[in-house]
Nanobody
Framework: QVQLVESGGGLVQAGGSLRLSCVAS????????MGWYRQAPGSQRELVAI???????NYTDSVKGRFTISRDNAKNTVYLQMNSLKPEDTAVYYC????????????????WGQGTQVTVSS
């Protein structure tokens, strides 16, 4: 089984920084893309940032210039550096792995982490 384990969430004041990490563990041959979603109370889950195995990135407009996503393919790990945090960034942040193959011949599957809380106080 493949598991995604997030870490790095917490409470920070507005203007501060946090770094989220997510490790995908288990029998993994390849991962297409890894990313971060977030869900605030009463809101739908939204994409924050995503990075492909080749390093291409995409960000939601509200975090561009403040957040940076990066990835270590050898470690099946994705990071989200969050700077200049705002109260509206408060949410549960979920790690996502897209197109995971456990063997070269395995079908692709997608996985979610359990989420880590990020709270930004004003």
């Amino acid at each position: 089984q493949v598991q995604l384990v997030e870490s790095g969430g917490g409470l920070v004041q507005a203007g501060g920084s946090l770094r989220l990490s997510c490790v995908a563990s288990g029998s993994i041959f390849s991962i297409n893309a890894m990313g971060w979603y977030r869900q605030a109370p009463g809101s739908q889950r939204e994409l924050v940032a995503i990075i492909t195995s080749g390093g291409s990135t995409n960000y939601t407009d509200s975090v561009k210039g403040r957040f940076t996503i990066s990835r270590d393919n050898a470690k099946n790990t994705v990071y989200l550096q969050m700077n200049s945090l705002k109260p509206e960034d408060t949410a549960v942040y979920y790690c996502y792995a897209d197109g995971v193959k456990r063997r070269s011949y395995s079908p692709r599957a997608n996985y979610w982490g359990q989420g880590t809380q990020v709270t930004v106080s004003s």
